[in-house]
């Protein structure tokens, strides 16, 4: 019984909630696939919306790869340093560290 309720429960979720090992699961439950286990997860997303004919995903969280946010990172701690030297105020400087310790949190996240 607690089977069912376990598949009920996977359909309803987005293949972006799923697992690793869920995704892959159902990978290999088409016929004639091979390299799944090489695959990340973004790829399996993809290649199972493909196969189940489904709309792809809608709801990125972050649409752009953790390279661009560092490069943003980059360019805030180049203006810190920059408006540090100039003798910014210590609350224009507080802000940007700011900026910065939020922009390095996003790239833990994507």
């Not at 489904?54 to 661009?68: A, F, H, I, Y």
Request: hydrophobic share 30%; no cysteine.
């Amino acid at each position: 019984m607690g089977e069912k309720k376990e598949r009920k429960a996977k359909k309803e979720k987005a293949l972006e909630d799923w697992t690793i090992k869920e995704l892959r699961e159902e990978a290999l439950k088409v016929p004639n696939v091979q390299g799944i286990h090489g695959m990340n997860k973004h790829e399996i997303i993809e290649f199972l919306r493909q196969e189940k004919g489904l709309p792809p995903s809608s709801t990125k969280k972050n649409s752009e790869g953790v390279r661009v946010f560092k490069g943003k990172v980059n360019q805030l701690r180049e203006k810190l340093n920059q408006e540090r030297n100039e003798g910014a105020s210590r609350n224009r400087l507080a802000i940007l560290r700011r900026k910065v310790s939020r922009m390095k949190k996003k790239t833990r996240h994507i």
